[in-house]
């Protein structure tokens, strides 16, 4: 049984289905797009049931109860359903082990982390692709890792050389088996806590990956992580300043020295200036993926090339455009604070900030503490506007505070702020999450960018 008909678990039914298995997949929602998919999978020999909220009732309508239940990473791990299932011998599992078990046979590279992790995904996959090697892109970013495994090893595709694979932590907790031959953490900061509910149990799920990993690299950058470097057996940590600001005893595999990526054995490789996207963290993540490059065989010379000819990824800091002397910028992945404060130091100010939509808990101190720094206005939009209003207010922020309902009237008060107040750039970086008004952070940046392409 495949609970959700989302491409993850569209992926997943096809993947075991394709293996033998007899599958039945049941989804809460019903809608036109959701009918056309299960009219497909009906004529590929897969039930499917649309309408049908996760209950046990819905196990008990079945001929036969499911010796397996496949759940997509949007429901709880800790569900009441899942629960009594698993009591009950049921084997519960994540969408991501059905295509772990069927490519045991080709590396895994396992990217997790609290924010950085799709840009790190996204260039290993440049890297490797253009150094010559076939390491398909997938998991929590683009196509999900079970379709990449149909279409490659059941539809008789080329045997990748790898498979880049970025993971959540919604992905993990339920995919405890999982072992790439590498895997990268690139930071740990408060988020999520709604449903892992501790900081504690957030880390272990992330730490799981890395501890069954063959070779573990680690971003020494990330307080969180240098904080718990001593617990460790071995690893190889990356920094993107000089190796000797790191505590004694943790001595990195690469490090920038001045501009220049050094490693202990070749010494300089290339200028960090190759990879062009700005701030300090895009200087970690090009670190992250250079050490993986490495480990996979490839030169300096070809991944400095490669550096200089990958195209950022959308939603991270993207550049849309350049118009009367001011750059607009969209952050649409800074769905917490820490992610948008990250935006906001890489940036130079004065800037017109847009902020908004369904808030989530975490600190918000040091994301202030830069919108003071940086951002001559905030624009606060959506649900959290009038909660964020009141937390610029009793933060001292001194800069100019507008409320829009939604994306299209803030984007236009934003175009007329950044001239008057003599800002370089406008920048969408919300700290928040999409869901009050769009069904992803990829629907919200697409909106930011159509709107901004037609002022």
Not at 5 to 32: F, H, K, M, N
Request: charged fraction near 20%; include cysteine.
């Amino acid at each position: 049984m495949v609970v959700g008909l989302g491409r993850s678990g569209l992926g997943a039914a096809r993947l075991l289905q394709a293996r033998g298995e007899t599958v039945e997949v049941i989804e809460s929602d019903d809608t036109p797009e959701l009918r056309a998919r299960a009219v497909e999978l009906e004529s590929e020999a897969i039930g499917a049931h649309l309408g049908v909220p996760l209950s046990l009732a819905a196990f008990q309508a079945l001929p036969l109860p499911p010796s397996v239940v496949v759940v997509s990473p949007g429901i709880a791990w800790n569900h009441p359903v899942l629960e009594e299932l698993r009591s009950r011998g049921v084997q519960v599992q994540g969408e991501i082990v059905p295509a772990w078990q069927a490519s045991r046979d080709v590396p895994w590279i396992g990217i997790t982390g609290t924010n950085g992790k799709t840009t790190v995904t996204c260039l290993v996959h440049h890297l490797l692709e253009q150094g010559g090697q076939d390491a398909p892109l997938c998991g929590n970013v683009g196509i999900s890792a079970a379709e990449v495994v149909l279409q490659r090893r059941l539809e008789q595709g080329p045997r990748p050389d790898w498979l880049v694979v970025e993971l959540s932590s919604y992905q993990l907790e339920a995919a405890p088996a999982v072992a790439p031959a590498i895997g990268v953490w690139t930071t740990l900061t408060p988020d999520h806590l709604e449903r892992h509910g501790t900081m504690a149990a957030y880390r272990a799920i992330k730490r799981r990956l890395l501890e069954h990993s063959r070779l573990r690299i680690l971003n020494a950058d990330d307080p969180d992580l240098l904080r718990h470097a001593d617990t460790w057996d071995h690893a190889d940590w990356i920094t993107a300043g000089p190796r000797e600001a790191l505590p004694a005893g943790l001595d990195p595999v690469l490090w920038i020295d001045e501009h220049d990526l050094v490693q202990g054995r070749q010494g300089p490789l290339f200028p960090a200036s190759a990879l062009a996207m700005p701030g300090a963290h895009n200087r970690q993540n090009l670190l992250l993926a250079v050490a993986v490059g490495l480990q996979a065989g490839l030169a300096p010379a070809a991944m400095e090339a490669a550096c200089r000819c990958f195209p950022g990824v959308p939603h991270r800091l993207e550049r849309l455009r350049h118009l009367n002397g001011i750059t607009w910028f969209n952050d649409s992945k800074a769905t917490n604070y820490d992610a948008a404060e990250v935006a906001l130091r890489a940036l130079e100010g004065p800037l017109v900030v847009l902020a908004g939509g369904q808030s989530k808990q975490g600190d918000a101190t040091a994301w202030l503490e830069r919108l003071q720094e940086r951002a001559a206005a905030v624009v606060l939009y959506g649900a959290a506007r009038e909660d964020f209003a009141a937390l610029l207010g009793s933060s001292g922020y001194g800069g100019v505070v507008q409320q829009e309902e939604g994306l299209e009237t803030a984007v236009a008060r934003a175009a007329t702020l950044a001239p008057g107040l003599g800002c370089q750039g406008v920048l969408l970086s919300p700290a928040c999450a999409s869901f009050d008004q769009y069904t992803s952070f990829e629907a919200r940046g697409d909106h930011f960018r159509r709107l901004v392409l037609a002022l």
